[in-house]
């Protein structure tokens, strides 16, 4: 069982930049692949950003390439989304997610492929 407890949400102006984080309980978390979804009111779940258990290996949403950053840090058991430039269709909640597997890259964007999720934290840009 993993518990992911996301934190860094927040309102920032269009521009801006947020670092968040999602702190996981657990001793593998090391072996688990990582993502962040968002989701915004009245649309579905979307994939942002993931990254291989080992952090060698990143994958983004064609939306925040180039903006958004995804990284880890095994010995505190955290993930972070560095978000840059910042837009108002940015706005979303947004949340963490863990696979215990590595899964195909065209199955990362499907949040059905993920074993546990947090309970998400907003984030809203202003224009």
């Known amino acids: 069982q993993v518990q992911l407890v996301e934190s860094g949400g927040g309102l920032v102006q269009a521009g801006g930049s947020l670092r968040l984080s999602c702190a996981a309980s657990?001793?593998?978390?090391?072996?688990?692949?990582m993502g962040w979804f968002r989701q915004a009111p009245g649309k579905e779940r979307e994939f942002v950003a993931a990254?291989?258990?080992?952090?060698?290996?990143?994958y983004y949403a064609d939306s925040v390439k180039g903006r958004f950053t995804i990284s880890r840090d095994n010995a505190k058991n955290t993930v972070y989304l560095q978000m840059n430039s910042l837009k108002p269709e940015d706005t979303a909640v947004y949340y963490c997610?863990?696979?215990?597997?590595?899964?195909?890259?065209?199955?990362?964007?499907?949040?059905?492929?993920?074993?546990?999720w947090g309970q998400g934290t907003q984030v809203t840009v202003s224009s």
């Open positions: 997610a863990a696979k215990l597997k590595n899964i195909p890259r065209e199955d990362l964007a499907t949040p059905g492929e993920y074993d546990y």
């Open positions: 657990g001793r593998t978390f090391s072996r688990y692949l």
């Open positions: 990254i291989s258990w080992s952090g060698r290996t990143t």
